[in-house]
């Protein structure tokens, strides 16, 4: 029997999905009929030159298409015209879909591959435990592996006593509010700011003092003039690459931002969720205080979003409180995704994902700054979104609307702006991570640069 070939296969999508369309378009043209065989995942992957991994992910998005049915032992085949069910359409397969760059999306094409992790996990006897109660701050061997993790990979020494395992970034964010702060209490941000602290602060009663930035952020002596008129209890912060504006701190900024802290006796919300895609890492501010620093780390951004775990790490005081707070919002996180992310630390498949996405937005920020060359455009090498200062003829709600209308996706500088002074320059994020395939982010970045254009006349 001849063994299926897909053929030549475009370059401008990803290569699994490549595949999968290829048995669609074989389905169809009947090259592929109900019953077929399909070679199998090694066979496949030795003719085309790819990984096994890649073989795995096709076939599953075959699968999930209603296009081919899996037999246990004995391989892939194709299915019959009704067994299959509706799909979801990506946004790619319609020309008339917007090209979203307002959802910063973190390539999820290159997420690990869960289907092998789970056969390997399969295999192991104690998998039956994931299903149990463990302590609300998680299990004492995965907090051991996120105190080496954190010190490996985000330059932070904490202990597992103070490390607790959370459903993702934005969990940690809403338990360290709920431990560490009291209803009335003000919180420093920099003027711009991640928006879900602003809706966090709202659910709980706290109040958010906007503080001038420069392009390393938090400016530390506007936050020492901030202490000396109002009463602060604390600052939120994302030293490696804020969002939205990408401005990253330096060692000195870190040390001088942390020492009015101490000063003032400020406690330290410090986001790190962009700081893995960084190729260059500096010691948390956390680390440099660890009496008054929760430090948030999550594999949402450089791993994968739809796992939803986390590490928090927060000072001995107030480890118990933060506790109870995930005890009254979930009682724990899922051991099931404290396995996975155990499984992915140990055999580097963490490591090996973070890597290829600082590959791909590393392409994608070398796009974007070649089509809007010349605007003021700031962004990082690695990063997943940039920050776009507009000129002076548009507003950034005007400027969203309009990329709106021609089915482009950006956020203007209101989702993300703390009380009522504007900053000297209106902008907008573009996520250029959001859109699937470097076409479609290149179509949307000449919308952009068409808009720009248009301003200058």
Known sequence: MTIWNPGDLPSDAPLYRTIADAIARDVQNGKLKPGDRLPTHRELADLLGVTVGTITRSYAEASRRGLTRGETGRGTYIGSVSSREPTFEHIED?????????INIPLSFLDPDLSETFRKLSLRTDLQSALRYYPSRGAFHDREIGASWLMEQHRLQVSPDNILITSGGQHALTVALSGAFRPGDTIAVERTTYPMIKTLARRFNLR???IPMDDEGMIPEYLEDACRMNKIHGIYCMPSTQNPTTAM???ERRLQLGQVAEHNNLLILEDDAYALLNEHRLTPISGLFP?????????SKPVTAGLRFGYLSAP???VKRVEHAIADTQWMASPLSARIARE???DGIAIATISRKQQEARRRNLLCRSILEGQMLHSIDTGYFVWLELPEDWTASDFAREASEKKV???PLEHYLIGRDRPDHEAVRIAISGPESLPQLEHGLRVIRNLLDQAEF
Not at 291 to 299: K, P, T, V
Request: a negative charge; aromatic letters at 16%; zero cysteines.
């Open 409 to 411: 996706i950006v956020t």
């Open 291 to 299: 009496s008054l620093g929760f430090h948030i780390a999550s594999f």
């Open 249 to 251: 701190m330096s060692e």
């Open 208 to 210: 958010l003092f906007p």
């Open 94 to 102: 319609s020309t008339d879909a917007a090209v979203d760059m307002g």
């Open 344 to 346: 992915w630390i140990l």
């Open 316 to 318: 001995e005081s107030f």
